[in-house]
């Protein structure tokens, strides 16, 4: 039902929703839809509906019952802010991630349009970080739509990393994730579009997170940047940490 993660940025995987549509450039190879196509072959019982937008409420308590506190990114398989996953479905999810408060959950769309437009229906408790997705500097206005959330953390993924993303803008944004794409069709991603990035979040004193390469062979190409690794993150608090895996 949930499962630890090797995600670099996280330490496990919560998805009450799964299936997802493509919404933008970033979509085009989308690991997502490969992986519930192979589990629906599987025969698993989550995925009977392959990629269609499915709610899963019998998931909804699982993060209750982790006694060890963990980061953990919301919907890896699909994208909470989907027009079709009814509000009042998105509430039960935020109502667990308010109870479960030991953990920090990571909630990351696309959909930033729905995202500002819900700011109003939904309360971010303290230990919910929002976060959107900009691959290309014609996805940077999801930034402002992002700063228009009240959430304690807010952060970007610039993964995967499809073009240069020029002056961008990270007044009020905690931490920032960059990598490739990854896979037998993976778009190539230059190291200038990375250090400019890195440079910015240093200049403002952002954490910054290098998550990978990416290419056919991701683990062969690695994730340092310069002649190191990247890993840094916002404030956690003494209970939670990557090594929570």
């Known amino acids: 039902m949930a499962n630890l993660s090797k995600i670099e940025w996280t330490t496990a995987t919560w998805n009450p929703v799964t299936g997802c549509t493509r919404v933008s450039t970033g979509c085009e190879n989308c690991y997502a839809a490969a992986m519930a196509r192979r589990l629906k072959a599987m025969g698993l019982e989550k995925y009977r509906n392959g990629f269609d937008v499915t709610t899963h409420?019998?998931?909804?308590?699982?993060?209750?019952?982790?006694?060890?506190?963990?980061?953990?990114f919301v919907n890896s398989?699909?994208?909470?802010?989907?027009?079709?996953?009814p509000l009042r479905f998105i509430r039960r999810v935020f109502a667990v991630?308010?109870?479960?408060?030991?953990?920090?959950?990571?909630?990351?769309?696309?959909?930033?349009?729905r995202l500002i437009e819900l700011r109003d229906e939904l309360y971010w408790p303290p230990n919910?970080?929002?976060?959107?997705?900009?691959?290309s500097a014609d996805y940077a206005y999801r930034l402002d739509h992002l700063r228009q959330v009240q959430a304690a953390t807010r952060f970007v993924s610039f993964e995967p990393l499809l073009s240069e993303v020029g002056?961008?803008?990270?007044?009020?944004?905690d931490w920032v994730i960059a990598g490739g794409e990854s896979g037998p069709r993976a778009r190539p991603m230059r190291a200038d579009w990375v250090r400019h990035?890195?440079?910015?979040?240093?200049?403002?004193?952002?954490?910054f997170f290098f998550k990978q390469w990416g290419g056919f062979n991701k683990k062969a190409n690695g994730r340092e940047l310069d002649g190191r690794t990247w890993d840094e993150m916002p404030y956690l608090g003494w209970k939670v940490s990557l090594s929570s895996r």
């Open 77 to 85: 398989m699909s994208d909470l802010f989907h027009e079709e996953v």
């Open 57 to 72: 409420e019998c998931v909804l308590d699982v993060p209750l019952g982790w006694r060890k506190p963990r980061l953990v």
């Open 97 to 113: 991630m308010e109870r479960a408060d030991r953990h920090i959950f990571q909630v990351l769309t696309k959909r930033s349009g």
């Open 197 to 207: 990035l890195r440079d910015a979040c240093q200049g403002s004193e952002i954490p």
């Open 128 to 135: 919910v970080w929002a976060g959107v997705t900009v691959e």
């Open 167 to 173: 002056g961008i803008d990270l007044d009020r944004i």
